[in-house]
Every structure is written in structure tokens, then in C-alpha cells.
């Protein structure tokens, strides 16, 4: 594939498990964000304003706080929890947080979601308790964690001067590589980048099945809900799911084993939950009744939504390049 979104910034959220002013949970993820690698970007995601998590109020009009918490991390490829203990377990704030982007079911914001974790404590142990708890709330959202290097700061007032920079070259130094093993593992979840880096990917490989006679892996990406259109390089457009969804399975059966396609991505770009790639895609294909091969290049815009946290195909427009 020919797409320039390969290496793209990883946009790494930051979620700080303590509300107080002077938390050192703050300082350290500010020390964190600091030392990040210039190809990850870190936004500090706040979660002190999420009305505690109530299923009645979750239907069309969920609090707008939850709305805007949920499309911030939907904006993020992985995330980084940096938190005290509060009673040998995470802080409430931190576990509100992680039930209003778990809900409504099936769109849940951190399925899928790499995470690293720091845990924070003036005590020697290093809050290993919510450390632990974290993870083990991750194994139900279905979220990979880093593993190693696990970092539990203890005795922390001790690392920070008042201003909340770190004092001891040895916390530096670990802090600098924890970032960069963190950076290191989530493109290692995610090999392209951005989730939608990884999903282009796959669709370069579906378009080859597709030109091959197969529709199944195609069938997989495209919506059963919602809006729906299809404008094909015959000249004719569909609407609706279904005729869509039927559509692609009939126009595949027109090939033949024996095609191949390139995907020149020309634009791509993903922002909560759209996503979009447009440029051309250059295909040898085996059509017809005798399966000659026809050389064809299309100018395709292709529009995604993401779907219970994957992404589905909406819309696509291709023209014969003449
Ligand atoms: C309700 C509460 C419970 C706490 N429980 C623990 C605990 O279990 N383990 C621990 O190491 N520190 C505990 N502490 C002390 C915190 O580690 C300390 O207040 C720390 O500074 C909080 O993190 P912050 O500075 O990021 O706000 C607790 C503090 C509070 C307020």
C-alpha cells in the first residue's frame, strides 16, 4: 500500500487518579508527559467533572460530560493511568471514569485500548494495591497492558522539589524509559500507528480478496446499521445497509481467482469515531464469463465509522479513471 500515515504521532491519553491540586499523581505524569518520545503526543484527559455513573441517565442524552470524556479517548490510540491508592485500591474518581467509558454495552471506549500503568505513593510500597487493581479491571474491558517495566513510585515526596520536578537522576532515567518501552509495545499492539493506521492495513487485504471473487472478509467491514451508500464506477448509487451489503457480495462473485489490487491512499485521517481514506485503487482483475484479465484504476473515497469499537464501512464512491 502507498499511504502516507504510516509512523503517524500516537496520541497517548492521560488519565490522573487523583483530583487534589498538589497530587504527586499529577506531578509524576507530568514528568512522564515530558520525557515522551517526540512521536507520541500526550493529552491529559480530566475526569474530576464525570457525574457518577448512573445507568439511567445513559440513554440519547447521556451528561454531556460523559459525551465529551467518551470522544476524547476515542481520539486516542492508548492510554496511561497514573494514579495513588486510595485503601489499597484505585481512587473512586479513577474507577467512575473507567465505568463511564465502559458503557452503553458493545461501545465501550477502552476495549482494544494499549495501557501502561504507574501507580503513585508518599508510602514505600508504591501503591502497589491500585497498581494491581487497575489491571485487574483492564482483563474485564478487554484492554492490553504493558507488562514490564511495571512502575510503582514510592516514597515519591522524597523524588519531587517543590515545584514538582524530579530530584533523583535515577526516577529521571526510569521515568524516560518507561515512556519509550510504552511507545515501543503500543505500536507493537497496533504495528501501523493510529488504530485506523493498522485497520488500512486490512483493508488493502480485503480489497485483494475482493478482486478474487471473495467477499467474506469485506462482509466484515461493512455496516449492517444505520445510513449506508454505495456509488459504484457503473455510474449508479445505492442507500441503505442491506443494499449495499448485498451489492458488494453480488459484484464480487463477477471476479475471478487469480486478481490483485494496490490501494494509493492519496488522504487519510481519523477523528472519533469517522475515519476516511481517499485516492485511487489500481487493480488486475479476472471478470466475465472466460475470466480475461482487465487492468482498471478507480478513484475510491471510502468513509468508516466506528461500530461497537471497529471500524465499518459507510460509504464508498469509485469512478473509472478514463
Ligand atoms: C482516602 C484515602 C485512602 C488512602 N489509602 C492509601 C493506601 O491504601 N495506600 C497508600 O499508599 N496511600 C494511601 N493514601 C495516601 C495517599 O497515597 C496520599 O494521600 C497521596 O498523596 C495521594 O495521591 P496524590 O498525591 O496523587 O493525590 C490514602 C489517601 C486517601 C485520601
Known amino acids: 500500500m502507498t499511504n502516507g500515515i504510516e509512523h503517524t504521532v500516537l496520541q497517548l491519553a492521560v488519565l490522573v487518579g487523583s483530583l487534589r491540586a498538589q497530587s504527586f499523581s499529577r506531578k509524576i505524569a507530568k514528568a512522564l508527559a515530558a520525557r515522551a518520545p517526540d512521536s507520541m503526543r500526550c493529552r491529559f484527559i480530566e475526569i474530576g467533572n464525570l457525574p457518577l455513573y448512573n445507568e439511567d441517565l445513559d440513554g440519547d442524552d447521556p451528561p454531556a460530560a460523559w459525551s465529551a470524556f467518551r470522544r476524547a479517548m476515542r481520539e486516542c490510540d492508548a492510554a496511561l493511568f497514573v494514579t495513588p491508592e486510595y485503601n489499597r485500591s ?136 444505520g445510513p449506508a451508500t454505495f456509488f459504484s464506477p457503473r455510474g449508479d448509487h445505492l442507500e441503505g445497509a442491506e443494499a449495499v451489503a448485498g451489492r458488494y457480495e453480488r459484484d464480487a462473485a463477477s471476479f475471478h481467482k487469480g486478481g490483485n489490487t494496490d490501494l494509493e491512499v492519496l488522504q487519510a485521517s481519523s477523528s472519533g469515531d469517522l475515519a476516511f481514506w481517499s485516492g485511487l485503487q489500481h487493480a488486475k482483475a479476472r471478470i466475465g464469463k472466460n475470466g480475461e484479465t482487465t487492468e482498471m484504476t478507480l478513484r475510491v473515497t471510502e468513509v468508516f465509522r466506528l461500530e461497537d469499537g471497529a471500524f465499518k464501512l459507510v460509504h464508498r464512491h469509485a469512478d473509472p479513471v478514463h
Open 90 to 225: 484505585i481512587p473512586g474518581c479513577l474507577k467512575n471514569a473507567l465505568d463511564v467509558g465502559s458503557r452503553p454495552p458493545g461501545k465501550s471506549v477502552f476495549k482494544g485500548l494499549p495501557a501502561g500503568v504507574v501507580s503513585v505513593s508518599p508510602s514505600k510500597i508504591g501503591a502497589f494495591g491500585s497498581n494491581q487493581a487497575l489491571r485487574q479491571t483492564f482483563v474485564f474491558l478487554d484492554m492490553p497492558v504493558m507488562q514490564q517495566p511495571e512502575a510503582y513510585i514510592g516514597n515519591v515526596a522524597e523524588l519531587l522539589d517543590d515545584k514538582g520536578a524530579v530530584t533523583n537522576a535515577d526516577t529521571a532515567a526510569f521515568l524516560e524509559d518507561f515512556m519509550a518501552s510504552l511507545e515501543t509495545w503500543i505500536r507493537t499492539v497496533h504495528p501501523g500507528g493510529s488504530s485506523f493506521d493498522a485497520f488500512m492495513k486490512q483493508r488493502e487485504k480485503i480489497a485483494e480478496d475482493y478482486v478474487n471473487g471473495d467477499a467474506s472478509s469485506l462482509k466484515a467491514i461493512v455496516t449492517r446499521a
